[in-house]
């Protein structure tokens, strides 16, 4: 409301300016007509949409019997176009200079029936992309510090679990294809959602698929979105190194579960704090999942696996209990953890063999399609996490389909060109998993 009384009060003095201007035109005195004219011309904001405003403006003046002098409109429509093209000589530099800080720059499509279509401008780079200027501290290291409580549950957990395979042939066959369609639900809620929606920010999905994927991710049971996403963008800036928050330099056993048993170590808490996250904090889905976060996880991943099997076809509740409900949250974690531990060990990398992320079949199995590891640390940015769309990636399928119905788009992709140069220039030389 301000800037609307300030931009009527510039106009009030440019009408009485002209005014002024045009009694003087009159009496043949017009000594400080550039000077007005210049004072009338910079009352425009000078935002890039009004600079045809203002030319308009010269134009019209310059072309009236009665207007000011066309020399002097036409000096100032002379300065007008050189600041305009210094500003936009200016903006080209400075997106040039981005282009060189970043790594690789996405190629990001407009979704059509077939997944992708005509180009559109990239979005701001978000902090995914390696920093090769952090140094872990000199010293001995901090020691770990047990959460005791954590272990204990983690412990409870996967002996439910274990109770829950011995229930398995008890269960109906409708209450196993429960388990099944449950286990895909809240593995995309982490990968579809979690991880390359809010992490990665590799598409743009719609209001409707928002709150499908923070249901599921609520489903999963793995933190809430705000924290996972922050987490994992501190876990590719930071990669196998002590800010790390699943650091795989430590072990298969710190980097699958024993991350979640200890005390964060000082550098992720700091590096944590230190990320651009305004995307997340303005995401009213991901913030209301935040808010809610302890009733939304008792309600999808317990109360709902367990009750539709007892309501629907009669299951009992203790099958139901344990086996859609724990045996398959259960299940989903530890899918998620192999991508930290198994994919960051074991496997080939014929994208980028200076770095311990590897191409792990098995992961993208049971991940549902995140096992394309050293690809997906190569172009954090690609949507598709690898260069064979669907193939084993239920996820990308998912992605795609919500493409072709519009409630996602502009899905990111790393063109053949640059993944060959890469691997030419980087890669093992091993053969890819396509």
Known sequence: MASFQIHAWKWKCCVRSVRYVSRQQSSGSCAHEEQLCRLFFFCIPPQPENISTRLAFLFCFSSSPTSLPFAAAHSIA?????????????????????????????????????????????????????????????????????????VLLMSVLHAGAAYGVFLVPSASPLTLLWSVLCFLISALGVTAGAHRLWSHRSYKASLPLRIFLGAANSMAFQNDIFEWARDHRVHHKYSETDADPHNAVRGFFFAHIGWLMVRKHPDVIEKGRKLELSDLLSDKVV???????????????FFIPMSVPWYLWGESLWVAYFVPALLRYTLVLNATWLVNSAAHMWGNRPYDKTINP?????????????????YHHTFPYDYATSEFGCKLNLTTCFIDSMCFLGLARDPKRVSKELVQARMQRTGDGSPRSG
């Open 78 to 150: 002379q300065t007008a176009a050189a600041t305009t093209m210094t500003e936009a000589e200016a903006s080209e530099t400075t997106k040039k200079k981005k282009q060189q800080q970043q790594q690789q720059q996405p190629q990001q499509h407009k979704c059509d029936g077939n997944g992708s279509n005509g180009s559109v401008a990239p979005e701001a780079p978000i902090e995914d992309v390696f920093d090769h200027t952090y140094r872990e501290r000199e010293g001995p290291k901090p020691a770990s510090v047990i959460v005791w409580k954590n």
């Open 287 to 301: 913030m209301f999942q935040r808010k809610y976060y302890k009733p939304s996880v008792l309600l999808m991943c």
């Open 358 to 374: 590897r191409e792990n079949k098995f992961v993208t199995f049971s991940a549902i399609g995140e096992g394309y590891h050293n």
